[in-house]
Protein backbone atom coordinates (compact mmCIF):
# COMPACT_ATOMS: atom_id res chain seq x y z
CA UNK A 1 0.00 0.00 0.00
CA UNK A 2 0.81 3.45 -0.33
CA UNK A 3 3.60 4.38 2.38
CA UNK A 4 5.36 7.88 3.70
CA UNK A 5 8.33 6.90 5.67
CA UNK A 6 10.31 9.50 7.61
CA UNK A 7 14.13 9.45 8.85
CA UNK A 8 15.54 8.96 11.20
CA UNK A 9 13.48 8.10 13.68
CA UNK A 10 15.33 10.49 16.22
CA UNK A 11 17.57 12.62 15.88
CA UNK A 12 19.58 14.39 19.40
CA UNK A 13 21.40 17.50 18.71
CA UNK A 14 23.91 20.13 20.53
CA UNK A 15 21.79 23.68 20.50
CA UNK A 16 22.74 26.05 17.76
CA UNK A 17 23.48 22.37 15.86
CA UNK A 18 21.47 22.05 12.20
CA UNK A 19 18.71 19.14 12.09
CA UNK A 20 16.96 17.91 9.06
CA UNK A 21 14.54 15.28 8.58
CA UNK A 22 13.57 13.35 5.35
CA UNK A 23 9.92 12.10 4.18
CA UNK A 24 9.73 9.95 1.35
CA UNK A 25 6.62 8.75 -0.37
CA UNK A 26 5.91 5.55 -2.21
CA UNK A 27 3.67 7.13 -4.73
CA UNK A 28 3.60 10.71 -6.65
CA UNK A 29 1.90 12.89 -3.85
CA UNK A 30 0.02 16.15 -4.83
CA UNK A 31 0.66 18.14 -1.63
CA UNK A 32 2.32 17.78 1.45
CA UNK A 33 2.42 19.02 5.03
CA UNK A 34 4.33 19.41 7.95
CA UNK A 35 3.43 19.13 11.47
CA UNK A 36 5.10 19.63 14.82
CA UNK A 37 3.66 17.55 18.28
CA UNK A 38 5.04 18.89 21.04
CA UNK A 39 5.99 16.63 24.16
CA UNK A 40 2.45 15.68 25.62
CA UNK A 41 0.73 17.73 23.16
CA UNK A 42 -1.33 17.08 19.46
CA UNK A 43 0.11 17.97 15.82
CA UNK A 44 0.36 21.76 15.05
CA UNK A 45 0.36 22.10 11.27
CA UNK A 46 3.56 24.02 9.91
CA UNK A 47 3.16 24.33 6.40
CA UNK A 48 1.93 22.97 3.22
CA UNK A 49 4.01 22.50 0.14
CA UNK A 50 1.76 22.16 -3.57
CA UNK A 51 4.56 22.53 -6.64
CA UNK A 52 7.37 20.34 -7.54
CA UNK A 53 10.53 22.00 -6.42
CA UNK A 54 9.13 24.40 -4.58
CA UNK A 55 11.34 26.00 -1.03
CA UNK A 56 9.57 27.72 1.97
CA UNK A 57 10.98 29.08 4.55
CA UNK A 58 9.42 30.16 8.40
CA UNK A 59 12.38 31.70 9.96
CA UNK A 60 14.98 29.05 10.98
CA UNK A 61 12.91 26.12 9.22
CA UNK A 62 13.40 25.14 5.34
CA UNK A 63 10.84 23.03 3.75
CA UNK A 64 11.32 21.54 0.17
CA UNK A 65 9.17 19.43 -1.92
CA UNK A 66 11.17 17.12 -4.15
CA UNK A 67 11.25 17.61 -8.14
CA UNK A 68 9.46 14.20 -8.37
CA UNK A 69 6.80 14.99 -5.51
CA UNK A 70 7.25 12.21 -3.56
CA UNK A 71 9.83 13.44 -1.14
CA UNK A 72 10.21 16.23 0.74
CA UNK A 73 12.80 17.49 4.30
CA UNK A 74 12.86 19.97 6.86
CA UNK A 75 16.01 21.56 7.85
CA UNK A 76 16.22 23.25 11.52
CA UNK A 77 19.07 26.02 11.15
CA UNK A 78 20.59 26.71 14.91
CA UNK A 79 18.46 24.36 17.14
CA UNK A 80 16.93 25.61 19.91
CA UNK A 81 15.24 24.00 23.00
CA UNK A 82 12.05 25.17 21.79
CA UNK A 83 12.29 22.87 18.55
CA UNK A 84 11.85 19.86 20.49
CA UNK A 85 9.39 17.57 19.60
CA UNK A 86 8.15 15.33 17.00
CA UNK A 87 7.84 16.40 13.39
CA UNK A 88 5.39 14.86 11.05
CA UNK A 89 4.99 15.09 7.08
CA UNK A 90 1.63 13.72 5.79
CA UNK A 91 1.23 13.47 1.86
CA UNK A 92 -1.46 13.70 -0.56
CA UNK A 93 -1.48 11.00 -3.08
CA UNK A 94 -2.84 11.63 -6.67
CA UNK A 95 -4.49 9.00 -6.76
CA UNK A 96 -6.14 6.48 -5.20
CA UNK A 97 -7.61 8.24 -1.92
CA UNK A 98 -8.28 11.55 -0.50
CA UNK A 99 -6.75 11.11 2.77
CA UNK A 100 -3.35 12.57 3.21
CA UNK A 101 -0.85 9.61 5.16
CA UNK A 102 1.18 10.73 8.01
CA UNK A 103 4.98 10.09 7.59
CA UNK A 104 6.67 7.83 10.84
CA UNK A 105 7.73 10.83 12.38
CA UNK A 106 11.23 12.46 13.77
CA UNK A 107 11.46 12.60 17.56
CA UNK A 108 14.14 15.77 17.79
CA UNK A 109 15.62 16.14 21.15
CA UNK A 110 17.83 19.02 21.99
CA UNK A 111 20.38 19.27 24.27
CA UNK A 112 21.33 22.64 26.11
CA UNK B 1 -12.23 30.89 17.44
CA UNK B 2 -12.51 27.71 19.90
CA UNK B 3 -10.65 25.06 18.41
CA UNK B 4 -11.28 21.11 18.38
CA UNK B 5 -12.64 19.97 21.66
CA UNK B 6 -12.40 16.32 22.32
CA UNK B 7 -13.58 14.46 24.78
CA UNK B 8 -13.41 13.41 27.44
CA UNK B 9 -9.44 13.80 27.68
CA UNK B 10 -9.01 10.54 29.47
CA UNK B 11 -10.80 7.28 29.51
CA UNK B 12 -10.40 4.05 31.33
CA UNK B 13 -12.32 0.76 30.16
CA UNK B 14 -12.11 -2.88 30.55
CA UNK B 15 -11.64 -5.28 27.40
CA UNK B 16 -14.70 -6.31 25.96
CA UNK B 17 -16.25 -2.65 26.64
CA UNK B 18 -17.57 -0.35 24.05
CA UNK B 19 -16.26 3.46 23.99
CA UNK B 20 -17.33 6.45 22.08
CA UNK B 21 -15.12 9.39 21.83
CA UNK B 22 -16.27 13.12 21.01
CA UNK B 23 -15.20 15.97 18.81
CA UNK B 24 -16.33 18.94 18.01
CA UNK B 25 -14.29 20.66 14.97
CA UNK B 26 -13.43 24.67 14.68
CA UNK B 27 -16.68 26.18 13.78
CA UNK B 28 -17.47 26.51 9.75
CA UNK B 29 -15.46 23.40 9.24
CA UNK B 30 -17.48 20.40 7.72
CA UNK B 31 -14.74 18.30 7.74
CA UNK B 32 -13.23 15.59 10.31
CA UNK B 33 -11.06 13.09 10.81
CA UNK B 34 -9.85 10.48 13.02
CA UNK B 35 -6.40 9.25 13.79
CA UNK B 36 -5.45 6.56 16.33
CA UNK B 37 -1.67 7.45 17.64
CA UNK B 38 0.49 5.34 19.35
CA UNK B 39 4.13 5.21 20.19
CA UNK B 40 5.42 1.97 17.54
CA UNK B 41 2.35 3.31 14.86
CA UNK B 42 2.57 6.51 14.77
CA UNK B 43 -0.34 8.35 13.50
CA UNK B 44 -2.99 6.14 11.65
CA UNK B 45 -5.66 7.31 10.11
CA UNK B 46 -9.61 6.03 10.97
CA UNK B 47 -11.66 7.62 8.99
CA UNK B 48 -12.76 10.95 7.52
CA UNK B 49 -16.31 12.78 7.40
CA UNK B 50 -17.44 15.64 5.67
CA UNK B 51 -21.03 16.76 5.77
CA UNK B 52 -22.57 13.76 6.96
CA UNK B 53 -21.32 11.10 5.04
CA UNK B 54 -18.01 9.37 5.44
CA UNK B 55 -15.59 9.87 2.67
CA UNK B 56 -12.50 7.72 3.60
CA UNK B 57 -11.63 4.75 5.69
CA UNK B 58 -8.52 4.13 6.95
CA UNK B 59 -7.20 -0.13 7.24
CA UNK B 60 -8.97 -0.66 10.74
CA UNK B 61 -11.52 -3.62 11.68
CA UNK B 62 -15.22 -2.83 11.30
CA UNK B 63 -14.98 -2.42 15.37
CA UNK B 64 -13.69 1.16 15.23
CA UNK B 65 -16.96 2.87 13.35
CA UNK B 66 -17.93 7.37 13.60
CA UNK B 67 -20.79 9.12 12.35
CA UNK B 68 -20.76 13.21 12.02
CA UNK B 69 -23.94 15.00 12.68
CA UNK B 70 -25.44 17.92 11.10
CA UNK B 71 -23.54 20.26 13.18
CA UNK B 72 -20.57 18.74 12.49
CA UNK B 73 -19.85 16.88 15.41
CA UNK B 74 -18.66 13.78 15.41
CA UNK B 75 -18.06 10.59 17.29
CA UNK B 76 -16.10 7.45 16.73
CA UNK B 77 -17.17 4.27 18.69
CA UNK B 78 -15.06 1.42 19.37
CA UNK B 79 -17.10 -1.88 20.11
CA UNK B 80 -15.37 -5.19 22.25
CA UNK B 81 -12.04 -3.32 23.19
CA UNK B 82 -9.05 -4.96 22.93
CA UNK B 83 -5.60 -4.24 24.38
CA UNK B 84 -4.04 -3.29 21.33
CA UNK B 85 -6.99 -0.19 21.30
CA UNK B 86 -5.07 1.58 24.10
CA UNK B 87 -3.54 4.88 22.42
CA UNK B 88 -4.49 8.49 22.07
CA UNK B 89 -6.94 9.09 19.54
CA UNK B 90 -6.68 12.61 17.68
CA UNK B 91 -9.64 14.42 15.66
CA UNK B 92 -8.86 16.85 13.32
CA UNK B 93 -11.34 19.34 11.05
CA UNK B 94 -10.63 21.50 8.54
CA UNK B 95 -12.31 23.35 5.77
CA UNK B 96 -12.37 21.34 3.21
CA UNK B 97 -12.74 17.98 2.93
CA UNK B 98 -9.54 15.47 2.61
CA UNK B 99 -7.65 18.53 3.41
CA UNK B 100 -7.32 19.70 -0.09
CA UNK B 101 -6.08 22.78 0.63
CA UNK B 102 -6.02 23.67 3.77
CA UNK B 103 -4.50 22.73 6.95
CA UNK B 104 -6.20 20.26 9.35
CA UNK B 105 -6.00 21.79 13.07
CA UNK B 106 -6.12 19.19 16.05
CA UNK B 107 -7.65 18.38 19.34
CA UNK B 108 -6.24 17.63 22.38
CA UNK B 109 -6.94 14.02 21.95
CA UNK B 110 -8.40 11.27 24.51
CA UNK B 111 -6.25 9.12 25.98
CA UNK B 112 -7.58 5.80 26.04
CA UNK B 113 -6.57 3.15 27.98
CA UNK B 114 -7.92 -0.50 28.01
CA UNK B 115 -7.03 -2.95 31.26
Known amino acids: GQQVMQIPQYQHVQEGEDFTTYCNSS?????IQWYKQRPGGHPVFLIQ?????EVKKQKRLTFQFGEAKKNSSLHITATQTTDVGTYFC????????????FGTGTRLKVLA | KAGVTQTPRYLIKTRGQQVTLSCSPI?????VSWYQQTPGQGLQFLFE???????NKGNFPGRFSGRQFSNSRSEMNVSTLELGDSALYLC??????????????FGQGTRLTVV
Open chain 2, 92 to 105: ASSFLAGQDYGEAF
Open chain 1, 27 to 31: TTLSN
Open chain 1, 49 to 53: LVKSG
Open chain 1, 90 to 101: AGKPTSGTYKYI
Open chain 2, 27 to 31: SGHRS
Open chain 2, 49 to 55: YFSETQR
